[in-house]
């Protein structure tokens, strides 16, 4: 991906590499870690409306080669999560891709947001969580195809921007038809490492973990080094990820894109975009961001309430924004693609 910096990116890149300042806009070429980086992507897809920039953004880096999704799920505990999920799957033209998941039973507990349902009613009227299979058997048969492919142990990224539920349930899922491994075994042979939105650093409570706290505190409890797991790199909402907004150019794109449609009925046009840049970290990696020292995150499992502490190394890590927002502003300058009638817009700040 080639983007163009602006002047103070530039300048702030310069600084950062205690360097002068060159006022000259230049291009910078921003490579994933590999190509593609395999994920499996969990979010909620539901209450605040970042989802709705986040899933754009995602299919793009698909169509760019950047990343493949073999699995998607949606972890929280309302209806249309999972269809809002499909919603977008299905306008970027990428129905055969992937599966979705939903926490079925506990998905219909919670009335959607009204953004979800706007979207839902207009593209997809009727749909509900209930028509789609339990999350933790899609991360089950997303791994055992990924393995069947020839992927290799270590290979995949599991990206979680919503609570930690659907995951956990995975974890713990036994031996079945789909795999001779349980949950745990799958996780560590076949995860090279967990990129989540969650938490406060150095503490504090957060929505994520606070909606599934007994599951975010036996993670960050037991997917550590010392249990065989790989990395957890965790990006605080307090870390600079609040500071990072991207702007949906609603009055250029049709009723037809999902996005524009969703923002429209909601009266706004921007979002900050935290789960999207737990992505921007698993593909392209650490440039602008700081990494804490090895770690140990703890969180409560009633309230979710979490401290980080650094005297125990536990191969948990936290993010921190190292550079400008107008830095990650530009990486995610979204990639709108082209709608129905074969229009492409992009936003230019």
């Known amino acids: 991906m080639t983007k163009t910096l602006p002047h103070s990116v530039i300048c702030i890149l310069a600084m950062f590499s205690m360097s002068g300042c060159n006022v000259t806009k230049i291009n910078i070429v921003f490579t994933p870690v590999q190509k593609p980086v395999n994920i499996l992507y969990d979010d909620d897809c539901d209450g605040d409306i970042d989802c709705a920039v986040t899933q754009p953004i995602l299919h793009h880096w698909i169509d760019t080669g950047d990343l493949k999704v073999w699995g998607m799920v949606s972890s929280g505990p309302s209806q249309l999560g999972a269809p809002t999920l499909s919603v977008f799957r299905n306008y970027y033209g990428h129905r055969n891709l992937f599966t979705i998941g939903a926490l079925t039973p506990s998905c219909s507990m919670r009335p959607s947001a009204a953004w979800n349902t706007a979207v839902v009613n207009r593209f997809d009227p009727g749909d509900t969580c209930a028509n789609y299979p339990n999350c933790a058997v899609v991360l089950r048969q997303s791994i055992a195809q990924f393995a069947a492919s020839g992927g290799s142990a270590n290979g995949l990224t599991y990206v979680s921007t919503g609570p930690l539920s659907c995951e956990e349930e995975f974890r713990s899922s036994p ?3 789909i795999s001779p491994l349980n949950g745990l075994q799958m996780e560590q042979k076949y995860i ?3 990129v989540l939105m969650n938490g406060l ?8 973990c606070a909606e599934d706290a007994l599951s975010c505190s036996r993670f960050f409890q037991d ?12 990006v605080p909402l307090n870390t600079g990820a609040d500071h990072v907004i991207t702007y949906v150019p609603v009055n250029q794109l049709p009723d037809s894109n999902p996005s524009a449609y969703a923002f429209r009925t909601s009266h706004r046009a921007s979002s900050e975009v935290e789960d999207a840049l737990a992505i921007e970290f698993a593909v392209f990696g650490n440039t602008g961001w700081t990494i804490s020292l090895d770690s ?3 969180a409560d499992s009633a309230t979710g ?7 125990v190394e536990s191969g948990q890590y936290y993010l921190t924004t190292a ?8 990486v995610l300058e979204s990639p709108w693609l082209p709608d129905a009638s074969g229009t492409t817009s992009s936003i230019h700040r």
């Open 175 to 177: 031996p079945d038809a």
């Open 296 to 298: 140990t995150d703890a």
């Open 305 to 311: 309430f979490n401290q980080w502490a650094s005297s």
């Open 223 to 234: 997917v550590t080094t010392q249990n065989g797991y790989p990395p957890v790199y965790a």
């Open 192 to 194: 090279q490492k967990f």
């Open 201 to 208: 650093a150095p503490r504090g409570q957060e929505a994520n």
């Open 323 to 330: 550079i400008n927002p107008s830095f990650f502003e530009m």
